[in-house]
């Protein structure tokens, strides 16, 4: 037996065979290094990057304490963003597959207060949110923590960034005395420190380096202009022509300008930042991950929680004014030990920001010279970047009870699709997204229209 194999763990029969259809078999090094001492019950303070692993660590952990009988809240989860907290949810309600009527409910701002009111008429089990709305909850007690039995803070360090110290010294409040806490971080300031000794109990302190074989990222600078940088950013894209990129910038504004630009050149592209309602950044998601759209035009709201399987490349359209923004920024690529390309367009004003990032990473910035990619053959208008799904959305999810496997059965029974015409399947609560390929997406809408998805119709529309 493998002592880096899930089995080598004291977990339940169900549970490890879950993780096996899952594909996870060996466990990360962050893994190895926390899960046993999670299981035991002790407080664990970790130090890992974004894509080690650290999301099923402490979800395999957690789940391991729920009392299904007991209809309280046992486990809360605590983390920066609305994109961290849907995908921590995703990730804890497949590690749960292996149990029936766990209820994990998401919680965050930016979405609609009276559904998450009704979502917690029965407690859930198991909350993940952003602290503000946590909070708003717990004031509000329609989210109780008596039953608390584990405390997770993911990306602590992005969460007082942000100014969230307060909320959660607020939060904690609201927690029975004894519990166990399971924090997480990239980095360490003194404020990690400070909220360790304030909430731990002789911790497990854990740092897992990045190993140099885990990812591969090329780095690559271009010196331009203000005013070149938008021309360039459209050159690179031409030359490059990637299946799947990110487009990082600096502000809303910025981000609006790209997209609205690239979309003029006939590139499959969307935006995301914070102006942007849930339903509307939850559809952008979808369409991205799905193959939908090949280009992701995004605020820093996405730089974390941001995990996209294959991203081939990340554009940082600006430089970020800290190095440990523009290492998360690039991280979104080379995942899983793949390799990665990272482009970054710098204007002579924000050569000091190089500067910073080549001190923080100890090394010397690679630059090349924009002529290199300005006379290649394929940077020519007639470039364009078309995405080769279509995203339908069925009006319909999880409170429907509908499953992936009901909606792949309505598209292919019947000599309908095959299943390579079927792409990702996302459920949601009340609605559910399927990526269909361009040129069966007439017949799959013909035949979820004229069909029926577990007995009910349902209406369909294309996502534009």
Known sequence: MSTTGFSSLTLPAEQLSNLKELDYNEMTPIQAAVLPAILKGQDVRAQAQTGSGKTAAFGIGLLDKIAMGAFVTQALVLCPTRELADQISKELRRLARFTQNIKILTLCGGQPMGQQLNSLVHAPHVVVGTPGRIQEHLSKTTLILKGLKVLVLDEADRMLDMGFSETIDK??????????????????PVGIEQVSAKIQRHPLNVVVAQQENETSIEQVFYETTCEERLPLLITVLRHYQPSSCVVFCNTKRDCQDVYRTLGSCGMSVLALHGDLEQSLRDQVLVRFTNHSCRILVATDVA????DIKDLVLVVNFEL???PEVHIHRIGRTGRTG????????CTPQEMNRAHAIEDYLHT????????????????????ILEAEMITLCIDGGRKAKIRPGDILGALTGNAGLTAADVGKIAIFPAHAYVAIRKTSVK??????????????????RELK
């Open 338 to 345: 793949k390799n990665g390309l990272a482009l970054t367009l």
């Open 171 to 188: 939060i904690i409040n609201y927690a029975p005395q004894q519990y166990q806490t399971l924090l997480f971080s990239a980095t360490y």
């Open 320 to 322: 970020a004014f800290d």
């Open 443 to 460: 017949r799959a809408l013909l035949q979820l229209q004229q069909g029926k998805i577990k007995g009910k119709n349902c209406k369909v």
């Open 364 to 383: 010397k910035l690679s630059w090349m010279p924009t002529e290199k990619i300005r006379t290649t053959d394929s940077c020519n208008n007639s470039v």
């Open 303 to 306: 730089a974390r929680g941001l």
